[in-house]
């Protein structure tokens, strides 16, 4: 599977030259050509899934305002979520899966929602996908002579293969899906084999198989591939997810705390700072944990702890406080009405945690810190302070 650089790249190349070439970075590559498929005759059969509701409060400015763009009092409506068989199928990149005569990825609901469309980046395929006015081209990493699985394989896509918050909101659903509509398969195949896809899947009874990487197979045939569709890649949970969701964290996390007795978490990202000082860093998070701190909250390091260990803390927590980021996703696991705030920098995520927070029926604002540092790089890695005493208005309403 090509990386985000990789697809720029080789699409600029495909689109100047008009050629498919053999190679790239030293990967062979492999090209199919299909025509395109008539236009449905009938749209899906839509249903309301649940609804979404915007933040309680909006602190601050946002460095972008679009970011709130589609952020709404509204019904959620989408198709039913179903399993899709693909024979004879070859996997080829994050999301897409090449069959004998046609090109197949899972319909994603927000494809229904041109606000959601106009952000879908062709770079995370990990393939290129090139479509004309009668045909379909797709250009992948491959063997020079693709090898045969007699398995039935199923395929999990994920647009950010070994992010965890992309895991949580994209893979998750797919498994709980496929826990509560059971079928055989003979193995997995991810985009990435990560420790909290075996967690997760333990925890679901989900069937011990083996698990490829989407990488480690790229253009090879399997017997069948199946793949779940009607998900929301931008993070919407359906109402018949949340209560599978809501079924694990009773198991999982037993009764919830006495009202009052809840535990207050801040959830860290300084552990990220050492390992990507690129990727929007707040300088001074050791002091706003310590502000945090005083005020009676613990704090977190999510990728310090076991999936089950995740579920546990978030489903006790009564308020929970912290940085946009994965660790903050596991707000899934939280009991309804919880109250919650999401502390943003410039990302273009917003939408997505506002998806997954009303969808999990929690009460959420966003704090938008003032001071971006530096303009050399994109605005959304850029580094950023927070003076704690900024957060007074959102700490008064996190803790009313």
């Given at each position: 599977m090509l990386n985000h650089d990789q697809v720029f790249r080789l699409r600029k190349q495909?689109?100047?030259?008009?050629?498919?070439?053999?190679?790239?970075?030293?990967?062979?590559?492999?090209?199919?050509?299909?025509?395109?498929?008539?236009?449905?005759?009938?749209?899906?059969?839509?249903?309301?899934?649940?609804h979404l509701h915007q933040p309680e409060h909006v602190f601050g400015e946002?460095?972008?305002?679009?970011?709130?763009?589609?952020?709404?009092?509204?019904?959620?409506?989408?198709?039913?979520?179903?399993?899709r068989q693909v024979e004879g199928g070859r996997i080829v990149g994050a999301t897409v899966v090449l069959g004998p005569d046609s090109v197949h990825?899972?319909?994603?609901?927000?494809?229904?929602?041109?606000?959601?469309?106009?952000?879908?980046?062709?770079?995370?395929?990990?393939?290129v996908v090139i479509g004309g006015k009668a045909s379909l081209s797709v250009s992948f990493a491959a063997r020079t002579a693709p090898r045969h699985f007699p398995l039935r394989a199923f395929f999990l896509p994920n647009l950010e293969p070994g992010n965890y918050g992309s895991f949580i909101f994209r893979q998750f659903p797919q498994l709980l899906h496929a826990a509560a509509n059971p079928f055989e398969f003979d193995c997995y195949v991810v985009p990435d084999r990560v420790n909290w896809f075996f967690d997760a899947i333990d925890l679901l009874g989900l069937p011990e198989r083996?698990?490829?990487?989407?990488?480690?197979?790229?253009?090879?045939?399997?017997?069948?591939?199946?793949?779940?569709?009607?998900?929301?890649?931008?993070g919407f949970l359906p109402a018949a997810t949340r209560r599978q969701i809501e079924a694990l964290v009773e198991r999982v996390a037993g009764a919830p705390e006495p009202p009052g007795a809840e535990p207050r978490i801040y959830v860290s990202r300084t552990l990220s700072s050492i390992h990507r000082p690129w990727y929007r860093v707040l300088r001074?998070?050791?002091?706003?944990?310590?502000?945090?701190?005083?005020?009676?909250?613990?704090?977190?390091?999510?990728?310090?702890?076991?999936?089950?260990?995740?579920?546990r803390?978030?489903?006790?927590?009564?308020?929970?406080?912290?940085?946009?980021?994965?660790?903050?996703?596991?707000?899934?696991?939280?009991?309804?009405?919880?109250?919650?705030?999401?502390?943003?920098?410039?990302t273009n995520t917003v939408r997505q945690h506002a998806k997954l927070y009303a969808s999990?029926?929690?009460?959420y604002s966003f704090h938008f810190v003032?001071?971006?540092?530096?303009?050399?790089?994109?605005?959304?890695?850029?580094?950023?302070?927070?003076?704690?005493?900024?957060?007074?208005?959102?700490?008064?309403?996190?803790?009313?």
């Open positions: 495909i689109l100047e030259t008009g050629q498919f070439p053999e190679s790239l970075d030293g990967y062979h590559l492999g090209h199919a050509t299909f025509p395109l498929p008539p236009p449905p005759t009938t749209a899906p059969q839509l249903d309301i899934v649940g946002p460095f972008n305002p679009a970011c709130l763009n589609g952020i709404a009092d509204t019904d959620v409506h989408a198709p039913s979520t179903r399993m990825a899972p319909v994603d609901v927000a494809e229904l929602d041109p606000v959601a469309r106009a952000q879908v980046e062709h770079e995370h395929k990990g393939c083996p698990v490829f990487c989407v990488r480690e197979v790229s253009g090879d045939i399997f017997d069948t591939v199946f793949i779940v569709e009607y998900f929301d890649n931008e001074n998070e050791l002091e706003v944990e310590a502000h945090f701190q005083a005020r009676g909250y613990t704090v977190l390091y999510p990728e310090t702890m076991r999936f089950d260990a995740q579920i803390a978030f489903a006790a927590a009564g308020r929970i406080a912290g940085l946009s980021g994965s660790g903050m996703l596991n707000a899934v696991f939280s009991r309804p009405a919880t109250r919650l705030l999401d502390i943003e920098s410039v999990s029926g929690l009460r003032k001071d971006i540092i530096g303009t050399d790089r994109n605005p959304i890695f850029r580094d950023f302070t927070l003076p704690p005493t900024e957060l007074a208005a959102a700490l008064d309403w996190l803790e009313a």
